[in-house]
């Protein structure tokens, strides 16, 4: 069974820093194209940052670019996402699953709260 167990969330101050994990049991993540997603209350789920199958490519929302930076260590089985400069339209539970997405991959999601 495939799970993904995301951690590092919290309540940060507007400008800080807060860096993400999601550690992929049940499977390998080399060779899978991987991303992060969040949602925010009232909001649909939205793509936040992905990379393809090689790890090569990377693409990030308009509204994240220049802030935010997707990793992995296939050692560990864990993809990361930095995120840097944050604003308070980023609280939101941030997922991590394939790219694209699969409905029976998505975890509980860890929660990030940016005060103004």
């Known amino acids: 069974q495939v799970q993904m167990v995301e951690s590092g969330g919290g309540l940060v101050q507007a400008g800080g820093s807060l860096r993400l994990s999601c550690v992929v049991l049940?499977?390998?993540?080399?060779?899978?194209?991987m991303a992060w997603f969040r949602q925010a209350p009232g909001k649909e789920r939205e793509f936040v940052s992905g990379?393809?199958?090689?790890?090569?490519?990377?693409n990030y929302a308009d509204s994240v670019k220049g802030r935010f930076t997707i990793s992995r260590d296939n050692a560990k089985n864990t993809v990361y996402l930095q995120m840097n400069s944050l604003k308070p339209e980023d609280t939101a539970v941030y997922y991590c699953?394939?790219?694209?997405?699969?409905?029976?991959?998505w975890g509980q999601g860890t929660q990030v709260t940016v005060s103004s």
């Open positions: 990379y393809d199958w090689r790890g090569v490519n990377t």
């Open positions: 699953n394939n790219n694209p997405p699969l409905s029976a991959y």
């Open positions: 049940g499977r390998t993540i080399i060779y899978t194209a």
